[in-house]
C-alpha cells in the first residue's frame, strides 16, 4: 500500500514537474516573441531604408541638381505680382499634370509607350517641362532666364536627346519604335491618337519609378517659396 502510494506521489510530482517546465516555456516564449518580431521588424526597416536610399540616390543626379539651382535662382530673383502669379501657377499645373500622366504610362527600356500622352505626342515629359519653365517664367516675371532656357533646349537639349534617344530605341525596339517614330509628333500633339497604341493604364507606381513624384514635390516647394515672396514684396 505504501509503495504504491509512493508511486502515485511520484507520478504526481512527475506532472507537476512538467506542468511547471511547460508553464515556464510559455512564459519565455511569451517573452521572446515580442523581441523576436521587433528584431524582424528592424531588420526589414533596415532592408527598407537601404531600398530607399539606393532610390534616392538614383534620383540624385546632376540634372536634378541642375533643375532645383534654377528654381533658386528663379525665387531669389523674382518679383511676381498677383496676376503674375496666378496666371503662372496655371500654366505650371498644366505642364506638371501632363508629366504625371505620362510618367504615369511610361515604361523605360521595357516597352515603346504608346498610351496615355504617347498617344498624342512623342515627348510629352519634355512638352510638360517647357510648360513648367514657361509658367515660372511669367509667374516670377524673370523673363530673360525663360529666353535662356527656350534658346538653349531648342538649340542643344532637344536635338541631343532625340539623335541619342531615337538611335538607342530603334536599336532596342526595331520596327516598333521606327513605326511609331514616323507617325507621332515630337512636340505638338495630334488629337487623333495613334493607331496602334497599346492598353496598359495609368499607374502611380511607374510615377514614383520615373521619379517624377519628386519633381513634383519640387515644383511645388519652388511655387510656394515664389509664393512666399510675393507676399513678402507686396505693398
Not at 509512493?6 to 510559455?26: D, H, K, P, V
Not at 540616390?57 to 531669389?76: D, E, M, N, P
Not at 530673383?77 to 511610361?106: D, N, Y
Not at 512636340?187 to 491618337?193: F, H, M, Q, S
Request: glycine share 8%.
Amino acid at each position: 500500500m505504501s509503495v504504491l502510494y509512493y508511486r502515485r506521489l511520484s507520478t504526481a510530482g512527475q506532472w507537476e514537474n512538467a506542468g511547471r517546465l511547460f508553464f515556464c516555456f510559455i512564459l519565455l516564449y511569451s517573452a521572446c516573441l515580442p523581441v523576436g518580431r521587433a528584431l524582424e521588424r528592424r531588420a526589414e526597416m533596415g532592408h527598407e531604408k537601404k531600398r530607399l536610399w539606393h532610390r534616392w540616390q538614383r534620383r540624385i543626379t546632376w540634372r536634378t541638381l541642375a533643375v532645383y539651382a534654377a528654381f533658386g535662382v528663379l525665387v531669389w530673383f523674382s518679383h511676381p505680382s498677383i496676376v503674375s502669379f496666378v496666371a503662372g501657377t496655371v500654366i505650371i499645373g498644366i505642364g506638371e499634370s501632363i508629366r504625371l500622366w505620362a510618367a504615369g504610362h511610361l515604361q523605360k527600356n521595357a516597352q515603346v509607350t504608346t498610351t496615355g500622352p504617347y498617344a498624342h505626342v512623342k515627348n510629352p515629359l519634355y512638352l510638360g517641362s517647357l510648360l513648367i519653365m514657361a509658367g515660372f517664367g511669367v509667374m516670377t516675371q524673370v523673363y530673360w532666364l525663360l529666353v535662356v532656357g527656350v534658346v538653349v533646349f531648342v538649340i542643344y537639349y532637344a536635338p541631343y536627346k532625340k539623335r541619342r534617344e531615337s538611335d538607342r530605341l530603334r536599336e532596342r525596339f526595331g520596327r516598333t519604335w521606327t513605326e511609331y517614330d514616323q507617325a507621332v509628333p515630337d512636340y505638338l500633339p495630334r488629337l487623333r491618337p495613334y493607331a496602334h497604341r497599346g492598353a496598359a493604364r495609368w499607374r502611380w507606381f511607374f510615377v514614383a519609378d520615373n521619379s517624377e513624384d519628386g519633381m513634383a514635390v519640387g515644383i511645388l516647394v519652388a511655387v510656394v517659396l515664389v509664393g512666399v515672396r510675393w507676399w513678402a514684396l507686396a505693398p
